[in-house]
């Protein structure tokens, strides 16, 4: 197998551990989509690209198994997990209460910096939807979330919630990048408009319902999304 589609090389830096910077060139790769959902990767080729040994691409193999990532089917090989409703249905109600914790617990927190890059990252989202920017897009909603996560203090929360958003931009990347048609992006910008309001106002209530809904509708649509798609196939004989 070629592993042309990483175009961007590894270049391994140190003092940081050859095994947390081949996760995390792995996870981007899979993330944005340069490995595709149910692509095998091979040991020996990643370590001929990659110019290390065996041992730190197993490890790195186990912590993306562990992250959901990566799922290993024994006598076949290590794979790219696909996305499936059932993955969705399983990851987005938990996203949805731990994520809306954390912004109740971000209220008492947030600093006025952080409102500040909050305010920045809402701007950037809105000119990436007036460009039809999907990646731009992506991006920004990610700082914007990420922002008042970071702020709960809370770093078992932290850790947690940045694999199962990891696991949503994935998602984006792999189905719904191509086009902002795909969603109603200008409701998205209104929902994250108001739920930066009620970080302002110190709503703890407020913020913690409206971050929650914004999740469990994001999982909704995600959802039909695949349904249409399945049904798509389907109709065009393709074997889901």
């Known amino acids: 197998m070629k592993y042309s589609v990483l175009e961007k090389e590894f270049n391994p ?3 940081v551990s050859l095994v947390e910077q081949i996760t995390e060139f792995l996870k981007n790769s899979i993330i944005e989509g340069r490995l595709q959902s149910g692509q095998r990767l091979v040991e020996n080729e990643l370590k001929r690209k990659f110019k290390v040994s065996r ?3 197993r490890e790195s193999f186990r912590i993306l198994e562990k992250n959901r990532l990566l799922i290993n089917i ?10 499936t409703k059932k ?9 949805a209460l731990l994520e809306s914790f954390a912004s109740r ?3 008492s927190h947030l600093k006025i910096n952080d409102v500040k890059e909050m305010e920045s990252a809402l701007s950037n989202m809105t000119d990436a939807v007036n460009k039809n920017d999907s990646k731009s897009y992506l991006k920004y909603h990610s700082k914007f979330h990420e922002i008042f996560i970071k702020a709960s203090g809370n770093e078992m929360l932290i850790e947690i919630l940045e694999n199962l958003r990891n696991q949503a ?5 792999t ?4 086009s902002l048609v795909e969603e109603s992006f200008e409701s998205l910008i209104l929902v994250h408009r108001e739920i930066l309001d009620c970080f ?3 709503d703890e209530d407020l913020v913690e319902e409206k971050v929650k809904n914004h999740i469990l509708s994001a999982g909704q649509r995600f959802l039909q999304f695949l349904t249409l798609k399945d049904e798509s196939l389907e109709n065009y004989g393709v074997d889901i």
């Open 13 to 15: 830096k140190y003092p």
């Open 55 to 57: 041992g730190p691409i």
């Open 74 to 83: 024994p006598r076949k090989g290590t794979y790219v997990r696909k996305i």
């Open 87 to 95: 993955f969705i249905e399983e990851t987005f109600p938990i996203r």
């Open 105 to 107: 617990t971000a209220i």
């Open 169 to 173: 931009v994935w998602f984006r990347y």
């Open 175 to 178: 189905h719904l990048a191509n």
């Open 200 to 202: 302002i106002k110190k």
